[in-house]
């Protein structure tokens, strides 16, 4: 059974970081491509980073030089460090991962940024 454990998220300053943690259990983390979504209230659910099973990133124009992706293939684990939070960040991020035509989605952690 393929599960994707999101966690890390919560309420945080504007200008604040989080690190979320997505665990990974019954795929052969190494070979799939790993990325994290987000959806805010009354929007599309969108990329905001992924990493290749090689190791290669891109990022969303929006979190590019604040956020970082990365993947401990030993700890089957892929984490989304986040720094200088905006409000506009305030949304459920989702863990994905996908390798050919499978991919599954994480139950989501909630990141709400506010004063």
């Known amino acids: 059974q393929v599960q994707l454990v999101e966690s890390g998220g919560g309420l945080v300053q504007p200008g604040g970081s989080l690190r979320l943690s997505c665990a990974a259990s019954?795929?052969?983390?190494?070979?799939?491509?790993m990325g994290w979504y987000r959806q805010a209230p009354g929007k599309q659910r969108e990329l905001v980073a992924a990493i290749t099973s090689g190791g290669s990133t891109n990022y969303a124009d929006s979190v590019k030089g604040r956020s970082t992706i990365s993947r401990d293939n030993a700890k089957k684990t892929v984490y989304l460090q986040m720094n200088s939070l905006k409000p506009e960040d305030t949304a459920v991020y989702y863990c994905h991962a996908y390798y050919n035509d499978l991919d599954y989605w994480g139950q989501g952690t909630q990141v709400t940024v506010s004063s």
């Open positions: 019954g795929i052969i983390f190494t070979i799939y491509h």
